[in-house]
């Protein structure tokens, strides 16, 4: 398969629900074990990535339809964990999109799923460290887009909206929250790339959580509401991947930045928080030519 490039990669990207029965390679597994190690951080935090060889995702699906659960059978299976902390959950999805973005450079189908499963069965298969927890899991395999899987597969994207997208002036705004963009600036080919990535991210149920305000020097990237399951915001795990696609379409364009966690942002809405701040190299304006 030719090389794609991150953008070319995150575009083509679509949420796999129905797979073949046909295995996939060990050393293409190993390739999607190595990426997880490998996977650039945004923090310290212990972050892994599994590779699950004994059924344990199966027995731990809650079988919901709404998100996906035992509907969705795959030859594989990829355990993302955690250690619980203040951005584990952040630096998680951050981590597990880069590793999802290789799968589908190597011809694979992949799945976020976030929340539906029992907790405590997945994890006993696996040796875990004090605190760390399962974040997430995603079916590994190759595409079957015909057949009864294939119809079961746009049946429950159909359901959860997975190939809708708000459009950019929802999401993306000029200095403050609700400001919309200068007229233009978005369908010129620098920022449409980069705007477009960021956009293609996978969020659970599709609910797209994050907002992006562009600052002259930075991007504050904010969170609105909370989706909770055991615990876990799937929110937070949301905003990690569109940082991901943020700074790998950055990067490849020209203009990478590096990440502030955190940001003090006064003047919120009650239900958006602020989550990080990508300091640009370079004004803003001269990064989208």
Known sequence: MPSMSDIETILRRISVRGYRDEAVSSDLLRQLVTAGEQAEPLTSIRVRTHLDEQAAVQRGMTGLLGDYGKVIRA?????????EGAHGLL?????FEQVLLVATRLGLGTCWIGGFFREERVSAAFELGPGERVVALSPVGYPQERGAKGVLGRVIRSAVRSSRRKAPGQLFFWERLGAPLPVGLAERPCPERWLEAIRRAPSWANKQPWRYVLEPESVLVLKQGSQLKEDKDYHVVDCGIGMAHLHLAARELGFEGSWELDPVVADLPGDVTAVARYRLPRPLERCLG
Do not use: I, K, N
């Open 75 to 83: 030859p594989h299976y990829l355990v993302l964990t955690a250690e």
């Open 91 to 95: 630096d998680a999805g951050y981590r």
